[in-house]
Nanobody, 121 residues
Framework: QVQLVESGGGLVQPGRSLRLSCAASGSILSINAMDWYRQAPGKERELVAH??????PNYADSVKGRFTCARDNALTVTLQMNSLKPEDTAVYYC????????????????WGQGTQVTVSS
């Protein structure tokens, strides 16, 4: 079994910062890519950041210049969120393409449970 666990969400005032982390665990052989998504009530799920192994992160226009995604190690990805705005309020999800001990070399897509980020005065 493979699990992705997000942490670091919370309530912050506009202009402040948060750092989200996502830790992968389980029967993992390799992680090809990791992503951050977010979804607010009544809105479509949005891809926020994407990073492939050995690659440069890509960001949604709505967060470019404010958010930074990084692979801390082979099993962990972070999202540094600066200059937060009320419109950043959402549940943030970590996702990853992972080759497991049982997937016969095929990368499978996994999701974390999500962490709430609320930006409000």
């Amino acid at each position: 079994q493979v699990q992705l666990v997000e942490s670091g969400g919370g309530l912050v005032q506009p202009g402040r910062s948060l750092r989200l982390s996502c830790a992968a665990s389980g029967s993992i052989l390799s992680i090809n890519a990791m992503d951050w998504y977010r979804q607010a009530p009544g809105k479509e799920r949005e891809l926020v950041a994407h990073i492939r192994s050995g690659g440069t992160p890509n960001y949604a226009d709505s967060v470019k210049g404010r958010f930074t995604c990084a692979r801390d190690n082979a099993l962990t990805v972070t999202l540094q969120m600066n200059s937060l705005k009320p419109e950043d309020t959402a549940v943030y999800y970590c996702a990853a393409d992972i080759i497991t001990t049982q997937s016969m070399g095929v990368p499978l897509h996994f999701w974390g449970q999500g962490t709430q980020v609320t930006v409000s005065s």
